[in-house]
């Protein structure tokens, strides 16, 4: 079981990134997919998260309304999108699954198959 997580970059204040997780030999629609963000120095935030079949979600308030989760069935990936990035937004970003249907959760120990991180800067 492996995620891979693409899309990071480097983009000016205010531009958009969409960050997608993949995954290799399952499904993602039965699980719970966490998107996470790390920073140097700082302890891991919980971005967006994304039930397995209702599409609820759960989002970081300071990323309300800038950013949006999304699962694509036909490709398998659980995608990011990131608008109005900020200079607070920079980290490594990480997806994650947890097996549980449907049973969102914001902690690490959650989550039991983790992607490598995508990094994301924000520079002008």
């Known amino acids: 079981v492996q995620l891979q997580a693409s899309g990071g970059g480097l983009v000016q204040p205010g531009g958009s990134l969409r960050l997608s997780c993949a995954a290799s030999?399952?499904?993602?629609?039965?699980?719970?997919i966490g998107w996470s963000r790390q920073a140097p120095g700082k302890e891991r935030e919980w971005v967006s998260c994304i039930s397995s079949s209702e599409g609820s979600t759960v989002d970081l308030d300071s990323v309300k309304g800038r950013f949006t989760i999304s699962r694509d069935k036909a490709k398998n990936t659980v995608d990011l999108r990131m608008n109005s990035l900020k200079p607070e937004d920079p980290a490594a970003y990480y997806c994650a699954a947890r097996p549980v249907y449907n049973d969102i959760q914001v902690s690490t120990t959650a989550y039991d198959y983790w992607g490598r991180g995508t990094q994301v800067t924000v520079s002008s």
């Open positions: 030999a399952f499904t993602l629609d039965y699980y719970v």
